[in-house]
């Protein structure tokens, strides 16, 4: 015990020698900290401003391709929403933002292709760490990550965006769900991409059972939906 005590005391010159500065070397030692500092004073400005103290837009903010900002729930060409309620989404998660429960589509109420559609869909972005491991386990692509970084409230529960706050407008000629699917296709012709907008079946049964939808007026039937 007493040996190694004496060792601590005395280490060997050779490997430890906490200042080897000569005079001159330790009394200008305070000011080489500063040259760190007085050097970074004439580099380019790297720190970024928020956009509304600098008059840009936002789409002028200088975001990264692949930043991973706020979650979308994507479509089909047709209108059709690509989520399927499978949750596994939620299941990947690893903050357990994610809450889906889904409802079954019927005849009357088609909103996705397939059996199921994403009844409720909630993401807290006061637990997401923006990940993206439920981009990946999404099946359908219907989830993705957009750049939109504004993601605010004043509240928790206003964190808590809901479905009508992800899912994406319709595009330019899609028409709006619920309606049935492109006539003699099945949920893996949308899967895999064959789907290039709706079908006259489609607009007309829309305009049967719903005749004042606003998106009746702007669709735009599909020439060849490949069965
Ligand atoms: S990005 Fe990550 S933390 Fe956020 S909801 Fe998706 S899996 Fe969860
Ligand atoms: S977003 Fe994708 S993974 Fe999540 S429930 Fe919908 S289809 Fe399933």
Not at 164 to 179: D, K, R, S, T, Y
Request: hydrophobic share 30%; with cysteine.
């Amino acid at each position: 015990m007493s040996e190694n005590t004496n060792e601590f005391n005395q280490p060997d010159p050779e490997q430890y020698s906490p200042n080897k500065k000569g005079p001159i070397g330790r009394m200008l030692s305070p000011v080489a900290g500063f040259g760190v500092t007085f050097s970074t004073l004439f580099r380019p400005v790297v720190t970024e401003q928020y956009l509304p103290n600098t008059g840009k837009k936002k789409n002028e903010a200088h975001i990264r391709p692949r930043y991973h900002g706020l979650h979308k729930l994507n479509r089909y060409a047709d209108g059709l929403e690509k989520c399927i309620g499978c949750e596994l989404c939620a299941w990947a998660c690893p903050a357990d933002a994610i809450l889906v429960e889904a409802a079954a589509n019927t005849p009357d109420a088609q909103y996705s292709p397939g059996e199921r559609y994403g009844r409720v869909y909630q993401v807290n972005y006061l637990r997401c760490i923006f990940c993206a491991y439920c981009i990946q386990a999404c099946p359908t692509r219907a989830l993705t990550m957009s750049n939109e970084f504004e993601i605010v409230g004043q509240t928790r529960e206003s964190m808590i965006y809901e479905k009508e706050n992800l899912l994406v407008p319709l595009a330019e000629g899609m028409l709006q769900p619920p309606h049935p699917m492109v006539e003699g296709t099945t949920d893996a012709d949308y899967y895999k991409g064959n789907i290039t907008g709706p079908t006259q079946a489609q607009v007309d049964w829309v305009r049967e059972h719903r005749p004042d939808d606003p998106s009746l007026a702007t669709a735009k039937v599909a020439e060849v939906n490949a069965r």
